[in-house]
């Protein structure tokens, strides 16, 4: 029974890592942009719903609808204006610009909000409760909430590029930028809009994060962007599935670890993802590598 | 030169284009007017492709200038040139592989012009498509593929409309059968600039063609005007004394560089589709572009 409990933690805790990674994922998938930046920036949307909320008093579930669209533009803009930059130089270019981005948003939080851990109090609502079933499984909420969000992010992610005209264009430019170019299709415009995606997307996570756990500046490098990178690797790069599937690997594999030794459950984690690396580099969804 | 009236369409001057230290084109120049079907040719690396993917804004040149419609068009960059109405059919065909072919139309639609293409008329002009529609492009033949990527092009209703080597790699069959589609695309009142390795197939479909030998014209005129001989000296750079008669070039080495890369079918097409010394050509348009005359 404890086993159980162990995976459904481990599954629940992947739709959270889910949406960690699909942002991850897409800037990859589409503009070959391996953003190191990217943990870093679901900490500031952490920290911008901490501001949102203070100032206009609305409740934390709530903030998202002003935190992501804010990062949604502040991904816009460093898409078309640093990053793009970095593009046009060269894809190992985008790696440096956006490490620098990395340490200059660690150092600026350090700086102007204290290295102070911070999260996102729900206060007495029924989403800090939890529900058990048997004795030995509980099950909170907000996992559940998380879990239920990544999958609807996912969901219309994929129905987004899929269906409506932008996605189309978002695949299309993927697939060959100067013939998307010679389409009428403005590629910078494009990625921008991809990038606005990716940056909503781990707004949410940050959201989630801060109400799930504890943050600080440096939490971006050293817990969300190692774990995103996993569960894409994991999953398949350019799959938005795949993700899910990572994120939920990941989970249960440091689930697993913990039980066996609380201190292990980092390193088990890290053990699947290396062992992905190695017996199925493409990773578990991949399609495209396999034929 | 020309007794075309009005102005030209798309005016190329001096234009001049550097890939790194290599100079790929050399001061060309040329004028395409409204209705024209005009023909780049030349061997490989002669520049043909590097000419084309400048005027679509692709590569920026050294020198010289390009005027489209009036409008200096040298440094717009390449979506404004096709929402303009100068579309592109990549070497390769270049379509989106993981669309649909459906999907490769509508994003050829997308910033379309005014005009008479829709994506229901492609789907007249090439019959099997629409039953295809959503398969991937990538899973079609070569020249399904050629057929999707100028549906591509058409439906941004273009008024220009450049297309390079539809040939390459494809079987001589599919390739008649898809110049063959050429007059009803023209009916539509488009202009196409085209470059071609493949010389009778030029020659066949042009209104005016232009030889480029290491990014330099070599030769420019009505195919009518010029004769079977000039053009081979034009395309392998023979010196002018050695018009036609004995010892044709296209057995001999040259005819190979012509075709490097190619399926051996194209090699030495000129010599075998234009003889030397053969002085009578078919009328331009005379409906006869899916003769067998090909080699």
Same mark, same amino acid.
């Given at each position: 029974? /404890?086993?159980?409990?162990?995976i459904?933690?481990?599954?629940?805790?992947?739709?959270?890592?889910?949406?960690?990674?699909?942002?991850?994922?897409?800037?990859?998938?589409?503009?070959?942009?391996?953003?190191?930046a990217?943990g870093?920036?679901?900490?500031?949307?952490?920290?911008?719903?901490?501001?949102?909320?203070?100032?206009?008093?609305?409740?934390?579930?709530?903030?998202?609808?002003?935190?992501?669209?804010?990062?949604a533009?502040?991904?816009? /803009?460093?898409?078309?204006?640093?990053?793009?930059?970095?593009?046009?130089?060269?894809?190992?270019? *985008? $790696?440096?610009?956006?490490f620098?981005?990395?340490?200059?948003?660690?150092?600026?939080? $350090?700086?102007?909000?204290?290295?102070?851990?911070?999260?996102?109090?729900v206060?007495?609502?029924i989403?800090?409760?939890?529900?058990?079933?048997?004795?030995q499984?509980?099950?909170?909420?907000?996992?559940?909430?998380?879990?239920?969000?990544?999958?609807?992010?996912?969901?219309?992610?994929?129905?987004?590029?899929?269906?409506?005209k932008?996605?189309?264009?978002?695949?299309?430019?993927?697939?060959?930028r100067e013939?998307?170019?010679?389409?009428?299709?403005?590629?910078?415009h494009?990625?921008?809009?991809?990038?606005?995606?990716?940056?909503?997307?781990?707004?949410?996570?940050?959201?989630?994060?801060?109400?799930?756990?504890?943050?600080?500046?440096?939490?971006?490098?050293?817990?969300?962007?190692?774990?995103?990178?996993?569960?894409?690797v994991?999953?398949?790069l350019?799959?938005?599935?795949?993700?899910?599937?990572?994120?939920?690997?990941?989970?249960?594999?440091?689930?697993?670890?913990?039980?066996?030794?609380?201190?292990?459950?980092?390193?088990?984690?890290?053990?699947v993802?290396?062992?992905?690396?190695?017996?199925?580099?493409?990773?578990?969804?991949?399609?495209?590598?396999?034929? | 030169?020309?007794?075309?009236?009005?102005?030209?369409?798309?005016?190329?001057?001096?234009?001049? /284009?550097?890939?790194?230290?290599?100079?790929?084109?050399?001061?060309?120049?040329?004028?395409?007017?409204?209705?024209?079907?005009?023909?780049?040719?030349?061997?490989?690396g002669?520049?043909?492709?590097t000419?084309?993917?400048?005027?679509?804004?692709?590569?920026?040149?050294?020198?010289?200038?390009?005027?489209?419609?009036?409008r200096?068009?040298t440094r717009?960059?390449?979506?404004?040139?096709?929402?303009g109405?100068?579309?592109?059919?990549?070497?390769?065909?270049?379509?989106?592989?993981?669309?649909?072919?459906?999907?490769n139309?509508?994003?050829?639609?997308?910033?379309?012009?005014?005009?008479?293409?829709?994506?229901?008329?492609?789907?007249? $002009?090439?019959?099997?498509?629409?039953?295809?529609r959503?398969?991937?492009?990538?899973?079609?033949?070569?020249?399904?593929?050629?057929?999707?990527?100028?549906?591509?092009?058409?439906?941004?209703?273009?008024?220009v409309?450049?297309?390079?080597e539809?040939?390459?790699?494809?079987?001589?069959?599919?390739?008649?059968?898809?110049?063959?589609?050429?007059?009803?695309?023209l009916?539509?009142g488009?202009?196409?600039?085209?470059?071609?390795?493949? /010389?009778?197939?030029?020659?066949?479909?042009?209104?005016?063609?232009?030889?480029?030998?290491?990014?330099?014209? *070599?030769?420019?005129?009505?195919?009518?005007e010029?004769?079977?001989?000039?053009?081979?000296?034009?395309?392998?750079? $023979?010196?002018p004394?050695?018009?036609?008669?004995?010892?044709?070039?296209?057995?001999?080495g040259?005819?190979g560089?012509?075709?490097?890369?190619?399926?051996?079918?194209?090699?030495?097409?000129?010599?075998?589709?234009?003889?030397?010394?053969? *002085?009578?050509?078919?009328?331009?348009?005379?409906?006869?572009?899916?003769?067998?005359?090909?080699?």
């Amino acid at each position: 029974m /404890v086993w159980v409990n162990d995976i459904i933690q481990g599954i629940l805790t992947g739709g959270l890592y889910a949406l960690f990674a699909c942002g991850l994922s897409l800037m990859f998938g589409v503009m070959k942009v391996v953003n190191l930046a990217h943990g870093d920036l679901a900490v500031i949307g952490g920290y911008v719903a901490l501001g949102v909320i203070t100032v206009t008093h609305i409740p934390v579930l709530w903030s998202f609808v002003i935190v992501v669209p804010v990062m949604a533009v502040l991904g816009y /803009v460093l898409q078309r204006t640093v990053i793009q930059a970095a593009l046009d130089r060269s894809v190992l270019t *985008t $790696l440096m610009v956006t490490f620098g981005l990395s340490v200059v948003i660690e150092n600026a939080l $350090l700086e102007f909000v204290s290295a102070n851990s911070q999260s996102l109090g729900v206060g007495n609502a029924i989403i800090t409760r939890s529900f058990s079933i048997g004795s030995q499984i509980q099950i909170a909420y907000l996992l559940v909430l998380i879990f239920a969000v990544a999958v609807a992010v996912l969901l219309g992610l994929q129905y987004f590029l899929s269906r409506s005209k932008y996605g189309r264009m978002i695949r299309a430019v993927a697939d060959d930028r100067e013939a998307a170019q010679l389409s009428g299709v403005d590629y910078r415009h494009v990625f921008g809009i991809a990038a606005a995606i990716a940056f909503g997307t781990v707004a949410l996570a940050g959201i989630a994060y801060g109400m799930y756990s504890q943050f600080a500046p440096t939490t971006g490098t050293d817990t969300i962007l190692l774990f995103a990178f996993a569960a894409v690797v994991i999953g398949g790069l350019g799959s938005l599935w795949g993700t899910l599937l990572g994120g939920v690997v990941l989970g249960v594999a440091q689930q697993i670890g913990a039980q066996i030794n609380i201190s292990d459950e980092v390193l088990a984690g890290y053990i699947v993802f290396l062992a992905v690396l190695v017996l199925r580099p493409q990773g578990l969804t991949s399609r495209r590598a396999q034929s | 030169m020309s007794e075309q009236p009005g102005e030209p369409l798309l005016e190329v001057r001096d234009l001049t /284009v550097h890939h790194g230290q290599l100079r790929a084109l050399d001061r060309v120049s040329l004028r395409v007017f409204p209705g024209e079907v005009y023909a780049i040719i030349g061997a490989n690396g002669a520049g043909k492709s590097t000419l084309l993917r400048t005027i679509a804004g692709l590569h920026r040149p050294t020198e010289g200038s390009i005027r489209y419609d009036g409008r200096d068009m040298t440094r717009v960059r390449p979506e404004r040139r096709a929402t303009g109405g100068i579309a592109m059919v990549l070497e390769g065909r270049r379509l989106f592989g993981s669309l649909t072919v459906e999907e490769n139309l509508q994003v050829g639609a997308t910033y379309a012009r005014q005009g008479p293409w829709t994506i229901e008329r492609v789907y007249e $002009l090439f019959g099997w498509m629409r039953e295809r529609r959503t398969q991937r492009a990538a899973q079609l033949s070569g020249g399904e593929q050629q057929s999707v990527a100028i549906g591509r092009a058409l439906v941004a209703n273009p008024r220009v409309l450049l297309l390079d080597e539809l040939s390459l790699g494809l079987a001589p069959v599919v390739v008649q059968r898809i110049y063959a589609m050429m007059q009803q695309i023209l009916a539509s009142g488009l202009t196409v600039l085209l470059v071609e390795q493949d /010389v009778s197939q030029a020659l066949r479909v042009a209104s005016h063609i232009q030889c480029l030998l290491e990014g330099r014209t *070599t030769l420019e005129g009505r195919p009518s005007e010029v004769t079977a001989a000039q053009v081979e000296a034009a395309y392998f750079g $023979l010196p002018p004394g050695r018009h036609g008669g004995a010892g044709s070039p296209s057995q001999g080495g040259p005819g190979g560089s012509g075709g490097m890369g190619n399926p051996p079918r194209s090699r030495g097409g000129l010599g075998g589709i234009v003889p030397p010394g053969e *002085t009578e050509r078919e009328p331009l348009w005379s409906g006869s572009t899916t003769s067998s005359r090909g080699s």
